[in-house]
């Protein structure tokens, strides 16, 4: 608040025409505070069992051992909140902050989490009517970004000074970056063939970061061990109840593109699932409100054929998915042999007359190239493992061309290996125009 006080009274003396107003307008991305609003958040329930837990002080898995999931008084909000107030608020995550969990506006941290655009792809497969709802402008370069955002403003307001989470890299980076912004330790612990520019980027925006010598499911157990010596409180994928909030804005934001309407299907890269449960949960609270009828996506939940945990259990029947042994694919954020949530994801699937759906790295990065050629849209590897399934579901009619299918881009692929462009030319051979044609 200093700093940005101080740099607040230089800029406006460098430009006067910025007065208090406008300042107040642009800085509101930047910390300033933004106008206390009402929170509907009255508790929190365990996803397994129904039991109650008190909203106002840190909880991690349920009595059970399950996620907790956030409950609001909706019929409250119902009264309290018009779809048109909404119409004078930034295009951000916080326009949504009466269906979010924090109380105080001074712990609504924000680092730019913009409204990301749902795009058409226009050439190929014919140009169907399918959008990329493109996350991977958010800060850190990835939807991560919206779940850490709210988990550690939540953090914030619940005094927790030390946080830990195992990570394949994107989690990590988000946790580190808000985190820093909210002046609260992090410590962050990746599978060691995690990408070198995760680990770097994570180490830069100021988390204390190990690589592991295992999975991301032996870096949690490291979590667990140590944090009662070291006082972390765990953030891994489920463990802490408001990350689900953060991602849930995803539903909200697509609902509201789409005029209060939602498409036919939801094709989600899906590792530990906290999107798909989050929307899933968006989609059924603003039915409580009055802003959505009846009508639900079919949620697919994508994954890579060298870690489909999910897509085993969803073609088993089974509530339950065991642990993928041996898991390996290029869409590194969707290899998580073993899911706490997985029985939410699997219902979530099923509820919505979805389905679960394995494509091979193969096919992720032949449709990479694909899109990137005919769209000009370079999707990361999870991105393209959901055109790769939309295109299998298309040829084994799981869905029609009529229909209208989001897809969701969850990450930049500029973290990731790209094939290698080798070709060179000499500036002092002589000029040899055949080495352009192909
Ligand atoms: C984490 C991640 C996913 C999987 O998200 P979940 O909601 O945890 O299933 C997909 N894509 C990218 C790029 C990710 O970083």
């Known amino acids: 608040m200093i700093v940005c006080s101080a740099i607040s009274k230089t800029y406006l003396s460098i430009y006067p025409a910025l007065d208090g107003t406008l300042w107040d307008s642009v800085a509101g991305g930047m910390g300033s505070p933004l106008p206390d609003t009402k929170s509907y958040f009255t508790h929190l329930e365990c996803s397994a069992t129904g039991e109650t837990y008190p909203a106002g002080q840190p909880h991690n898995l349920s009595q059970a051992g399950k996620p907790l999931l956030a409950r609001y008084d909706l019929a409250a909000l119902k009264g309290g909140l018009d779809q048109r107030d909404l119409a004078s608020r930034p295009q951000d995550l916080w326009r949504y902050r009466e269906f979010l ?71 990590g980076a988000a946790l580190a970056a808000y985190a820093s912004l909210a002046g609260i330790e992090s410590y962050v612990f990746c599978p060691e063939d995690t990408p070198e520019v995760n680990v770097r980027e994570i180490a830069l925006q100021g988390a204390r970061v190990w690589k592991v010598n295992g999975y991301i499911h032996h870096c949690g157990q490291l979590v667990a061990e140590g944090k009662e010596a070291m006082g972390w409180f765990d953030f891994s994928t489920l463990k802490e109840p408001y990350r689900i909030e953060g991602k849930k804005t995803m539903g909200l934001e697509l609902a509201e593109q789409l005029g209060w309407d939602v498409p036919d299907v939801i094709f989600y890269p899906t590792g530990g699932g906290t999107g798909l449960i989050g929307m899933w949960k968006a989609f059924h609270e603003l039915e409580a409100v009055g802003w959505l009828g009846k009508k639900r996506p079919r949620m697919m939940a ?112 500029l973290k990731y290996p790209m094939p290698p462009a080798t070709a060179t030319l000499d500036r002092h051979a002589p000029f040899d125009a055949t080495v352009f044609e192909d």
């Open 101 to 171: 969990p924090v109380a105080s506006a001074g712990n609504r941290l924000t680092l730019g989490e913009i409204r990301t655009p749902l795009l058409p792809l226009n050439r190929w497969k014919g140009g169907g009517r399918v959008l990329v709802k493109d996350e991977s402008r958010l800060p850190t370069g990835s939807f991560k970004a919206r779940g850490l955002c709210l988990a550690v403003s939540m953090a914030k307001e619940l005094g927790i000074r030390r946080i830990a989470m195992p990570t394949n890299g994107n989690a």
């Open 302 to 413: 994508v994954q890579a054929s060298g870690c489909a945990p999910i897509v085993r259990a969803f073609e088993l029947g089974a509530p339950f998915a065991e642990e993928w042994m041996e898991a390996s694919t290029v869409a590194s954020g969707i290899r998580v042999p073993k899911a706490v949530g997985d029985f939410l994801i699997l219902q979530a699937v099923r509820e919505s007359g979805g389905a679960a759906m394995a494509v091979p790295d193969e096919a992720i990065l032949e449709t990479q190239r694909e899109i990137a050629h005919q769209e000009g849209l370079l999707l990361g590897p999870e991105g393209a493992a959901t055109a790769a399934a939309y295109a299998e579901a298309l040829r084994t009619d799981l869905v029609s061309g009529e229909e209208t299918a989001v897809l969701f881009n969850c990450g930049t692929p």
